[in-house]
């Protein structure tokens, strides 16, 4: 049986990786009724992970591209979430980015967007969510960007 989510991130290119790991003592995801709450994912890339301070070290294209690999491993947890059937995705609810910056840097909104953007190429209308960005004087391992999501499941 075909699935339109996995089709069209099929078409955009994307295959999601298995959905990694805690780092430390937490849980990858809590469901609760017909809501997920994935814990933040850090940007990783294929080649590892992406790492650096917005308005220093990186630039806003870069920024929203780590972004976009955040919203990748969400995606990746609320298939976990659901036994691996990501057709049982009904909405992205809320996301809550946070990028490394510098004192300095104002655009945290637009690194966010490179998962906003990606979330609604993906998965359309259901994509469209709520959201907050904010800057961080540092993440975890020197992350560029991390992001947690509430997701609306069947």
């Known amino acids: 049986m ?7 991130l099929a078409e955009l290119g994307v295959t999601l990786p298995d959905a990694p ?23 990783q890339g294929p080649d590892g992970l992406i790492t650096g301070k917005l308005g220093a070290d990186l630039d806003l294209a870069a920024g929203a591209e780590a972004a976009k690999r955040c919203a990748i491993s969400l995606l990746a947890q609320v298939r976990a979430a659901c036994d691996g059937d990501l057709s049982r995705l ?16 104002t655009d945290q909104p637009k690194v966010i967007n490179g998962a906003s953007d990606f979330l609604v190429e993906a998965l359309g209308e259901a994509g469209r969510h709520a959201r907050s960005a904010v800057s961080a004087a540092a993440l975890p391992l020197g992350v560029a960007v991390e992001i947690e999501g509430i997701f609306e499941v069947r």
């Open 2 to 8: 075909s699935n339109a989510i996995e089709d069209r």
């Open 90 to 105: 009904v909405r992205v609810v809320k996301l809550t980015g946070f990028v490394n910056s510098t004192a300095d840097f």
């Open 21 to 43: 790991a805690p780092a430390a003592n937490y849980v990858p995801f809590v469901k609760i009724g017909d809501l997920v709450h994935v814990s933040g994912q850090i940007s």
